[in-house]
């Protein structure tokens, strides 16, 4: 969710009443967004200014999510002396992935998240191990500056699943044998990685069904 396209109040209880709806099963996925036009068309607060609106709408959620009395006073949002129903099932509030792998984004993620998820393994912007954990280091030593424990931050990442046959350079992460896939997701594990997204899309239906069936039979088979 592009974070500062829509009303923080609206969009607070929006996701309150989709983690009710759905038993406690939301997760928050928070960007700031990155075209310029988008925001001038919705009418929101300067596209230059969409980090600290992002941070002051997060924050606005969880006092919306946790109080009785909610009240906060903002440069973007402000409210007092209201009723917000309903809370959220999950507690204290669903759980916030912060989006983004630029160091405004790691710093979000360590005062505001609980978990943070860069753009991850994808040829467009390849994130190997040890830039990570790099990155990983500032998370930790962001979140120790905002007095939170860098050990329930937890860290997600993009791994799309490539076929052997996809490049004839050198071996891509998560591609080639099950078990060279497996020790990619080890080699993730090790760094710091708490959570795997596989992106199983090809370019069909069936072809995209046959990956996450060959992943399910293949590298998740318990031998």
Known sequence: MIIPYRNPILTAKMLATLDMLSKGRLILGA???????????????????????????????IELWTKDEPKFEGKYVSFSDITF???????????????????????RAAEIG??????????????EPEEL?????????????????PSQIQVSVKAPLYDAADSSGPRRRFS?????VRQDVQTYA??????????????DGP????????FSEEVMAVT
């Open 207 to 214: 072809k995209t069904e046959e990956r996450m069936a060959r």
């Open 85 to 107: 129903l309903p809370k959220p099932v999950q507690k204290p509030y669903p759980p916030i992935w912060i989006g983004g792998q630029s160091k405004p984004a790691i710093r």
């Open 114 to 127: 609980d978990c943070w998820h860069p753009v991850g393994a994808i040829p467009a912007a390849p994130l």
């Open 31 to 61: 960007g700031v967004g990155w075209m310029e036009e988008e925001f001038e068309l919705l009418d929101t607060p300067p596209f230059s200014e969409r980090g600290a609106v992002t941070d002051e709408y997060l924050r606005a959620f």
């Open 176 to 180: 080639g044998s099950a078990d060279e």
């Open 133 to 149: 954990a790099e990155n990983l280091v500032l998370l930790r030593r962001y979140a120790e500056k905002a007095d939170r424990d």
């Open 190 to 203: 090790d760094v710091g990685v708490t959570h795997l997204i596989f992106d199983f899309r090809a370019e």
